[in-house]
């Protein structure tokens, strides 16, 4: 193919693809699905924020200024974490697809910066926050559980923050490429 | 609602064809892939479907929707897409036919594969038969701009193919 023309001739002779027969019904289907997949995780999470509180309320009552104080750093970082994901996936869904190329990339770019800042600034406050109100609460779980309880807790919460702390690095690393990329993309 | 969904669905049917083959451009001839990316696009035109004020042509609209949707999924896509083998698009023998002409337009979207992320969807657009002012539009260049750029990717992609 020596000229355009030639490519664009080719590019002309390819067969019209007709969409599937079934396709629009499939399509309303998953849009559907979307919607209740939506609804149930906003439930999820609403369900989680509240149970936290509620529990949160609950120990309360009992007057323990260490479990608040430790209670408080660990459930207050979770419920942040949860609220920020939260705005975070809902920005990113309003961020206006049919807006020309350049303008949609300045939307998405900025919203990864803002995500940078969250990845680099707020979560490992929020982690840090979290392991302080668990620090807290270990000379409380040491004194009223028994010798293998407390020691479960202790490992297995060391499992789980590196666990979780791995989890947040892939996150982070995926949406730092996705900014690399689209600074690229020109 | 069943007005909306009589729109969309004449939308839908309308431009299945055109998005498909935007896609199938972006997956570099990955049929599945882009039938995934496909359904993507017109989940996003259904969501939209009430922000559009006639302000646009209804064509542009989807285009711009289309390519910024592949754009979203184009990181992910490029480490599934194969690499084909370029020589392939020069000379095809002209005996199995079919073989002969899938061999030609992999090697074509390998090569398109190869441009830049707006590149290819300006390129992607003028091979649609987009008229350049609408191109403009929906990658947000000036007209004159993406006259000079479309002379180069044409220049990008003809040695590509002839693999100069």
Redesign the interface.
């Known amino acids: 193919m020596n000229s355009f023309e030639e490519i664009q001739s080719k590019w002309n002779d390819q067969d019209k693809i007709k969409a599937p027969k079934d396709g629009f019904k499939s399509l309303m289907k998953k849009i559907e699905e979307i919607k209740n997949k939506q609804k149930i995780t906003n439930g999820v999470l609403l369900a989680t924020v509240l149970v936290l509180g509620g529990f949160f309320f609950y120990i309360a009552g009992y007057n323990n200024h260490q479990v608040i104080l430790g209670l408080s750093l660990m459930i207050g970082s979770l419920i942040i974490r949860v609220v920020i994901e939260l705005l975070s996936i809902n920005r990113l869904q309003r961020v206006n697809r049919s807006k020309d190329n350049t303008l949609f990339k300045q939307e998405l770019t900025k919203y990864y910066n803002k995500r940078r800042i969250v990845h680099i600034v707020i979560t490992p406050l929020i982690v840090l926050f979290y392991a302080i109100g668990f620090i807290v609460l270990l000379p409380l779980f040491k004194a009223n559980l028994s010798a293998g309880f407390y020691t479960y807790i202790l490992i297995s919460s060391i499992v789980l923050l590196f666990v979780f702390s791995l989890f947040i690095g892939k996150q982070i690393k995926t949406e730092l490429t996705q900014l690399k990329f689209l600074k690229d993309s020109d | 609602m069943k007005e909306k969904?009589e729109t969309f669905?004449n939308i839908?049917?309308s431009n299945?064809?055109k998005v498909?083959?935007i896609c199938i451009g972006y997956t570099a001839g990955n049929n599945d892939e882009a039938g995934d990316l496909t359904?993507e696009v017109?989940?996003?035109v259904?969501s939209?479907l009430d922000?559009?004020r006639n302000e646009s042509k209804m064509a542009t609209?989807i285009y711009?929707?289309t390519?910024?949707?592949c754009?979203?999924r184009?990181?992910k896509l490029k480490k599934k897409v194969k690499n084909y083998d370029v020589e392939s698009?020069?000379d095809v023998p002209q005996e199995n036919e079919t073989i002969d002409k899938e061999i030609?337009?992999e090697g074509?979207y390998n090569c398109i594969n190869k441009l830049?992320?707006?590149n290819r969807?300006i390129i992607l657009l003028e091979?649609e038969g987009l008229p350049q002012k609408e191109i403009a539009?929906?990658?947000?260049?000036k007209h004159e701009a993406i006259r000079t750029r479309i002379h180069r990717i044409?220049n990008e992609?003809?040695k590509c193919?002839?693999n100069e």
Request: charged letters at 25%.
């Open positions: 969904e669905k839908y049917h299945y064809d498909m083959r359904q017109f989940i996003k259904w939209s922000e559009f609209w711009r929707i390519v910024n949707t754009l979203t184009l990181r698009v020069i030609m337009y074509l830049s992320e707006t969807a091979l539009e929906v990658i947000g260049i044409k992609l003809i193919v002839n």
